[in-house]
């Protein structure tokens, strides 16, 4: 009550505070309030008074709607609302007043409406889940494929948002130190939900697609700045690859591509290389690869052929573990000869682990950077691979 000059109040970390006094309603000098991390906080008193708060953050705190009064704090710069599953906000309350923020958080809240947040022309960093497929699309078409977005953003869907469903949708690094990330949950086909500027890409138990590029391949005709894609816990997903489609094409700068928990996968491409009319597709899409992990997938029995492998000249590590069906890494076609080599450069790690139906790795020489050991643990049947050295 007597602390009029306080500038920066931190109760962070306080598990059994559940309510805040009155008498915080009184800081007006207050610049920054902190409250993450109150598990069991559910009041927090008005918040419009205090005119001068330009950081507020109430994150995994147990808050059912938002403090009164936040339409008030027009010179707000950084707002973290995130991981309050119980959350709900109420479109056009109080966010469309706040365009002054820079840093606008409100991962695992209720979905949000493009109005909500398209006067915010200084925002940097934003994360949120947009109610709907339209209002989704209109932020991506309109905002960041018009350059006017934020430079990081964490944008998270789902057809059906259920309370408390996005707290498995997670960062592991904070907003600010993001990447531009789309992560998605269980919907049918997006059409022009992709940033062209997208730079991670996670897919999340979702039930209905059963190729990566048909739910996607209605997407802009513009070369995407793609890197990563990671895929999880997808109970119908066969292929991710058509090798011929609009996607495809324009997935140029991919450097890491994990999988697991995909029951239904058979194959990465559901065309070889060599069968393909335009084979730059995957020339482009696979050329910046680098890591590849995939485990859990148990009805898959060949990582890729050897025409694909060759494409694979930036590899530098693959990790293949728990696949219970996997009976090679790299398959040889029936347009391979027997002279062919699997030359992957780069390879400084080979990682496979608990496939009990392997049998061998490659049935050609692989030829990889010296110094280049393969790890094995777990696979009875497998022969040791047959390795050749590039020149120092």
């Known amino acids: 009550m007597h602390m009029n000059a306080l500038t920066t109040l931190d109760l962070s970390r306080n598990d059994c505070l559940t309510r805040l006094p009155h008498s915080l309603s009184n800081l007006r000098t207050l610049t920054s309030l902190i409250l993450n991390g109150c598990s069991k906080l559910e009041y927090i008193p008005p918040l419009g008074e205090l005119r001068s708060l330009l ?3 109430i994150s995994g705190c147990f808050i059912q709607v938002p403090p009164e009064g936040l339409e008030n704090l027009i010179n707000l710069k950084w707002l973290d609302m995130s991981s309050n599953v119980d959350l709900e ?3 056009g309350s109080f966010l469309p007043r706040l365009t002054n923020i820079q840093y606008l958080d409100l991962y695992g809240c209720s979905g949000i409406k493009v109005e909500d947040i398209e006067g915010m022309d200084f925002l940097e960093c934003f994360a949120g889940a ?3 497929r339209e209002n989704l699309n209109r932020y991506v078409q309109q905002t960041l494929n018009n350059g006017h977005g934020p430079h990081t953003y964490s944008i998270h869907y789902q057809d059906r948002i259920h309370k408390g469903h996005w707290e498995k949708f997670c960062y592991p690094e904070p907003l600010s130190k993001c990447s531009r990330t789309m992560c998605i949950k269980d919907c049918e086909e997006l059409s022009n939900a992709l940033p062209i500027d997208i730079v991670k890409l996670s897919v999340q138990d979702n039930s209905q697609w059963v190729c990566l590029c048909s739910a996607l391949s209605s997407n802009p005709l513009s070369p995407f700045e793609l890197e990563e894609i990671k895929i999880q816990h997808c109970t119908k997903l066969k292929s991710l690859f058509c090798l011929s489609c609009s996607l495809c094409a324009n997935i140029q700068k991919l450097q890491s591509l994990r999988l697991s928990h995909l029951e239904s996968l058979t194959t990465i491409c559901n065309k070889d290389i060599v069968n393909l009319i335009q084979p730059w597709f995957a020339t482009g899409m696979f050329s910046q690869l680098k890591d590849f992990d995939i485990s859990n997938c148990h009805g ?3 990582l890729m052929t050897s025409s694909l492998a060759s494409h694979l000249q930036n590899l530098e590590s693959i990790t293949v573990s728990n696949c219970d069906s996997m009976e090679q890494i790299f398959a040889v076609t029936f347009d391979d000869n027997d ?3 699997i030359i992957l450069p780069k390879l400084n790690f080979l990682w496979v682990s608990c496939l009990p139906q ?7 020489i692989l030829v990889c950077k010296y110094g280049f050991r393969p790890c094995i643990t777990g696979c009875p049947k497998l022969c040791e691979p047959r390795i050749e050295y590039l020149p120092l």
Request: proline share 5%.
């Open 55 to 57: 950081r507020l953050e």
């Open 130 to 132: 947009f109610v709907d």
């Open 339 to 341: 002279s062919i080599k």
């Open 358 to 364: 392997i049998k061998t790795v490659s049935e050609r």
């Open 89 to 91: 906000l109420v479109p």
């Open 300 to 302: 898959i029995k060949t």
